[in-house]
């Protein structure tokens, strides 16, 4: 009888070694032929995917196969030579011809052995083949391709546990109205180039209404406006009446602070009747610790759920297809049980809106790597779950990974509907209270800016494209390494090896999959570019190419604002400041304290040449001064001033 062990070892390895060896190259060979044809296939139609990840990893496979046919096909060569050589007697010749056949044999077998290795590792490891600064697409936006990230640690209590619903984030005492009025504000004008609020969206609503074929005209009474929130909290249902309860989790949806502003801008400044206003995460149901606060000051607005709960608004389903997913069914997977056909009708009041507002929450995913607007608009369907879409994701439901670049992500699709991106006025990123996974309580992020703080952020752009990859790169600077022994745990979703696959293809149609085009209004014709994508240069300076001056892809502009709302360089005693630091024709500059003394303005470009001069030989007490440089041209200066005997200096780009 067979002892155990030899019994286990057979099983084990049931091939002996030669075998094993001649199997490998067996293995090997065919692997080689076929990530060779592979290739040739993918990137002679579109070169681009030669530095995709998915291509470098298969090319030490080609590589190795062409050296093996290269090595056996050069070593019969040598010695068809060596044996004519041989008949025509010349012995030296031969052997050189002979040695020169046994090398090719030699490179032949060893390198059919073991291909050479990849230099990736395909596991959780994030490689944009794009790299820094290299922006895709078509920069959309009053300013193209403009993101406003502001930022006030002031905004969020340090001290909050977020451990149960009196100590949640969605409290006042944990999230300040008042800072939050001021950053939302703040952003706004920044994003518009105005001066005031009530400027502020009369420009937003035109510049919307100019690229969807309306003309040039602000908001109309009587349409109607659809803010998404995001509400995942509720999606199982909120109890009847509507309460949050500890046992739903301290999970972070979007703060109510920052819906009661926007409801504050739209009917007090833009002249929007409370009736034709909806709010809600059509999917999900709305707690009460939102609409109480809302019904306050706006009884009148429409509350949506998606059950009767008293005072709420029940949101009214459609039956016709509003969305026509554009794998044509050869990735997503019919759920007839949720009522999906490769199609997804939406709400009517959604569906039927002049204008969306998209305010999700900025958070990793355990199934898209990331969650933001595209992936927000998964609770507006009118199905009982959107389990049917997550085929189109990253990782489908822990089944099996889906890394790299050029596959079909249903989040363009997303991103592309008439409905739903094609809607939207304004792109508001609620990251006050951040966090590494979408069923998690807020994180406090270690990086800087925030330095052990909540995220303490809101971001806001007019380019779908330009703010999610803003979001992300903020994620990926926070979560690069997982610590599941942190409470919350720290997860990295957001470094997956094609995260960011579905921003190329937003942004450039030449980077979709071969056998698909976007067109989820099935109207036959394919969406174009929908903004521009590109990475910062690096997590220190966190600068894009338009900041650098060096392309035409992202212009971020970042404030950092302390619990008065300015600046904290203003607060800061003798400081100065420049309002505001991307400008069209003037500058507005800015000081701590009022000048009563001459003022001497000074602008350099980059390289130190003075290009604008202006002397005030008296300024009665003021506190800022307005300065023309209207006749300079796009770029970035420098702007010096002296002024009480002091020097101040500052920057400013000019579109």
């Keep these: 009888m067979k002892p155990i062990s030899f019994i286990k070892r057979k099983m084990e390895n049931p091939f002996p070694k030669k075998q094993q060896n001649f199997l490998l190259k067996v293995v090997y060979s065919i692997t080689g032929f076929f990530a060779l044809v592979w290739i040739l ?56 011809f002979i040695l020169m056949a046994l090398v090719s044999v030699s490179v032949a077998m060893f390198n059919s052995n073991k291909p050479v290795s990849a230099n990736i590792t395909v596991e959780n490891a994030f490689d944009d083949p794009l790299g820094p600064n290299s922006p895709i697409g078509e920069a959309k936006g009053i300013f193209p391709g403009r993101v406003v990230w502001v930022h006030n640690p002031d905004a969020t209590n340090a001290n909050c546990t977020n451990r149960n619903k009196s100590d949640a984030y969605f409290n006042d005492k944990n999230t300040n109205q008042d800072i939050v009025n001021n950053m939302i504000s703040k952003g706004i004008k920044q994003l518009t180039g105005k ?49 949050f309860s500890d046992w739903a989790g301290i999970e972070y949806d979007t703060s109510p602070q920052t819906i ?14 409370e009736s034709n206003i909806y709010v809600g995460d059509p999917m999900c149901d709305i707690w009460n610790h939102l609409y109480e606060k809302f019904y306050a000051e706006f009884p009148n607005v429409k509350y949506c759920s998606k059950r009767d709960i008293p005072g709420r608004y029940r949101i009214t389903k459609s039956t016709e297809p509003a969305i026509v997913y554009s794998d044509k069914g050869n990735v997503l997977s019919d759920e007839p049980s949720l009522g999906f056909y490769g199609s997804h009708s939406l709400f009517e009041e959604m569906r039927d809106a002049d204008y969306l507002i998209n305010i999700p929450t900025m958070k990793g995913h355990r199934w898209a790597g990331v969650t933001f607007f595209a992936k927000n608009h998964f609770g507006s369907n009118t199905a009982e779950g959107s389990w049917g879409l997550h085929k189109g994701l990253m990782n489908p439901d822990n089944n099996g990974m889906r890394y790299g670049y050029g596959l079909y992500r249903v989040l363009v699709d997303l991103m592309g509907s008439r409905y739903l991106g094609g809607k939207t006025m304004l792109y508001f990123m609620e990251g006050l209270w951040s966090t590494s996974y979408e069923h998690q309580p807020p994180q406090k992020f270690q990086s800087t800016p925030f330095n052990n703080h909540w995220s303490s952020s809101l971001l806001f752009s007019l380019d779908p494209v330009a703010i999610e990859s803003v979001c992300l790169d903020i994620l990926q600077k926070e979560f690069v390494t997982e610590d599941l022994d942190a409470d919350p745990p720290r997860y990295t979703y ?120 202006e002397f005030f030989s008296k300024v009665n007490n003021e506190k800022y001064r307005e300065i023309n440089l209207s006749h300079l041209p796009k770029g970035t200066y420098i702007v010096h001033a002296i002024v009480n005997g002091k020097k101040f200096r500052g920057k400013i780009v000019k579109e």
Excluded at 43 to 65: D, G, H, L, Q
Excluded at 498 to 513: E, F, I, N, S
């Design 41 to 96: 296939l993918r990137v002679i139609p579109k070169p681009s995917r030669a530095n995709y990840p998915c291509i470098n990893a298969a090319f030490p496979f080609a590589s190795t196969f062409v050296l093996y046919v290269a090595g056996l096909a050069s070593s019969v060569l040598f010695f068809k030579k060596a044996g004519k050589k041989l008949k025509q007697h010349k012995w030296v010749l031969s052997v050189v």
């Design 494 to 613: 957001v470094q997956w090896d094609g995260v960011d696959d579905y921003l190329h293809q937003a942004a450039d149609p030449d980077r979709w999959p071969e056998d698909i085009e976007y067109d989820p209004d099935n109207t036959g014709e394919p969406i174009s570019s929908l903004g521009v994508h590109e990475h910062w240069n690096n997590p220190d300076d966190m600068k894009y190419s338009r900041n650098l001056g060096s392309g035409n892809g992202i212009e971020l502009v970042y404030l950092k604002q302390s619990a008065s709302g300015t600046p904290k360089d203003l607060i800061a005693g003798d400081g100065m400041i420049i309002i505001p630091n991307v400008i069209r024709n003037s500058a507005r500059l800015q000081f701590a304290r009022p000048v009563n003394t001459s003022l001497t303005v000074n602008v350099c470009n980059l390289k130190g040449e003075k290009v604008h001069a």
């Design 195 to 243: 001066e005031t609020i009530a400027e502020a969206w009369d420009v937003l609503f035109r510049y919307f209404n100019t690229n969807h074929g309306r003309g040039d005209v602000g908001y109309t009474e009587g349409e109607t406006i659809f803010i998404k929130i995001n509400a995942v909290t509720a999606w199982s249902g909120a109890t009847p009446d509507g309460e």
């Design 260 to 273: 009661l502003t926007i409801l504050r801008h739209l009917v007090n400044d833009a002249g929007v009747s």
